[in-house]
């Protein structure tokens, strides 16, 4: 697990308070790409997320904010704004669970959760990845794929319930680019049961850039998005 650490940047990983990243959002329909989606995305940890899709005036964008377990959603299209159902805040809750930064800067020192070398698997003929299982406390179990010469992740693998049957999830990761002394993936394809759901291509990011907290803060009415 060190050595993974010290390839994404070491002490410089594990220290960063904040992250504010930009680039394209592209979701897939049955495997095959749709339009991107110029996003903003807004972190403070350990609990603040503000994602925002589509830029310029407020009726071309859409806005997603998490704050511990509440969260707020504003849609340009329909003109709404709402408070996250339940649902939606359990999803992202879980989903962080699976965060490969969370993990990698923390979650698998949580007391309780097991990590253990788990194999190689053959990413390619002739190419071979070391694999790492992290055993959560909510007995789901991650499969990290490290590359064996570089030890930086490759892929991230898990199984989850979902409308009542088990579904393999699968996070990959390329073109690794330093960003303020931590290597970040350039792109991140996001897979379920081995069909492309969406892809995330970075173009910027920054660390510890000075975020307000206001940005946070549901706005009282459609008309004071800003």
């Not at 007391?111 to 055993?135: M, Q």
């Not at 979902?162 to 073109?175: D, G, P, T």
Request: aromatic share 12%; proline share 4%.
């Amino acid at each position: 697990s060190k050595q993974v650490i010290d390839a994404r940047g070491g002490a410089r990983y594990l220290s960063f308070k904040t992250i504010l990243a930009e680039g394209q959002f592209t979701s897939f329909d049955k495997g095959i790409s749709t339009n991107p989606t110029y996003f903003t995305d807004w972190i403070i940890y350990p609990d603040k997320e503000r994602v925002d899709f589509g830029k310029g005036k407020k009726k071309n964008r859409r806005i997603q904010v998490n704050t511990g377990k509440g969260g707020w959603v504003y849609d340009g299209d329909a003109e709404t704004l709402k408070d996250q159902t339940d649902r939606q805040i359990k999803d992202y809750l879980e989903g962080l669970d699976f965060d490969i930064d969370r993990v990698l800067r923390g979650g698998w020192q949580a007391p309780g959760v097991e990590v253990r070398f788990a194999g190689r698997e053959e990413l390619r003929p002739g190419e071979r990845a070391d694999v790492v299982s992290v055993k959560l406390n909510s007995e789901q179990t991650i499969y990290l794929w490290l590359d064996r010469n570089t030890h930086l992740p490759i892929t991230l693998i898990y199984e989850k319930f979902s409308e009542s049957r088990l579904v393999k999830n699968e996070v990959r990761f390329f073109q690794y680019v330093p960003y303020d002394g931590v290597k970040f993936p350039n792109i991140v394809d996001f897979y379920r049961d081995g069909v492309q759901e969406s892809r995330v291509n970075y173009q910027s990011v920054k660390l510890d850039a000075p975020i307000s907290d206001e940005i946070y803060t549901k706005p009282a009415s459609v008309k004071a998005i800003k």
